[in-house]
């Protein structure tokens, strides 16, 4: 499920996944992982290889991940689309 991403960012953790709909979304937004071709093993294991090999990099997409957390979970993302919608609503009976 897509929530998963945003759980596992919230410990820090970079993820690796295949292109899918969802993860290409979140990865682009949140720049902590790495999104491989779908069926490509071997692209995903290069992936996985190459930033164990860079601990700096590794570092830089751990912060990463838990600050795009930090700023979307539920509580926040919740009030913001309320706002939204009040906002509309004014707007709309103005």
């Known amino acids: 499920p897509s929530c998963t991403y945003l759980e596992a960012s919230g410990s820090g953790l970079v993820i690796m996944g295949y292109d899918n709909k ?3 979304n979140f990865a682009n937004q949140a720049r902590n992982g790495h ?3 779908m069926g490509r093993p071997e692209e995903l ?3 996985i290889k190459s930033i164990l090999a860079k601990p700096e ?3 830089t997409r751990a912060r990463r991940s838990r600050e795009f ?3 979307h979970y ?3 993302e919740f009030s913001r689309r309320i ?3 009040q906002e509309f609503l ?3 009976t103005a």
Do not use: G, H, K, P
């Open 35 to 37: 999104v491989s071709r």
């Open 83 to 85: 706002d939204s919608i």
């Open 74 to 76: 539920f509580e926040r």
């Open 22 to 24: 969802m993860w290409r």
């Open 57 to 59: 990099e590794m570092a």
């Open 90 to 92: 004014l707007e709309s």
């Open 45 to 47: 294991a290069q992936a």
């Open 69 to 71: 957390a930090l700023e």
